[in-house]
């Protein structure tokens, strides 16, 4: 990963807002919303990945985002390097045949589909998105690609939480983000 310099990486720290027992007890929430107030910070986290993706050699066809938060990173990283986005939704949600995965996550489960024509076979793909904790949510975005023959090329997040062993999990594609916190 490229090295970013100590003070815009204290600037994205200063707009992450932490909130204790959210959702639920024991959970530490980073809140990225004040981090979304400014064209400036959601213009530097763009560009960031950006340098990312060109540091590691990686050029998708396409970037993938998880609903929600994958929403927002994903269209911007997206047009800024000229490739397409696809969506990747809770269950009910895409108006056409989907493929769908259960996945677990750091406090539940859940249901994730993607159109069954979103992507050729051999597409590369990087998977993006605000959050990376127990890796739940990547790892059935990864097998919904791996699914419709895609090769999943990198994982980007605006934070990781250190020590729920997701890197781990997502082996042997590799995962780089922005910011990291103990979990």
């Not at 969506?87 to 493929?99: A, Y």
């Not at 990547?138 to 729920?164: M, P, R, S, T, W």
């Amino acid at each position: 990963m490229p090295i970013f310099d100590k003070e815009t990486i204290k600037q994205l720290q200063q707009q992450i807002r932490t909130i204790p027992d959210f959702p639920i007890e024991g959970i530490m929430f980073r809140d990225i919303t004040p981090l979304l107030n400014t064209g400036e910070y959601l213009n530097k986290v763009t560009d960031m990945f950006v340098q990312i993706c060109n540091h590691n050699n990686w050029v998708p066809d396409y970037i993938v985002g998880p609903e929600a938060r994958g929403f927002i990173f994903g269209p911007m990283l997206a047009a800024e390097l000229g490739v397409g986005f696809i969506p990747i939704r809770k269950p009910g949600k895409l108006p056409s045949s989907t493929i769908k995965i259960e996945y677990s996550l750091e406090y539940g489960s859940n249901i994730l589909e993607m159109h069954d024509d979103a992507m050729p076979p051999g597409a590369k793909i990087i998977i993006i998105d605000d959050l990376l904790a127990t890796g739940g949510t990547v790892d059935a975005c990864v097998k919904l690609c791996q699914q419709q023959g895609a090769e999943v090329i990198g994982n980007l997040f605006v934070i990781e939480l250190e020590g729920l062993g997701a890197r781990e999990k997502l082996l042997p594609i590799p995962c780089e983000s922005l910011l990291s916190y103990p979990a």
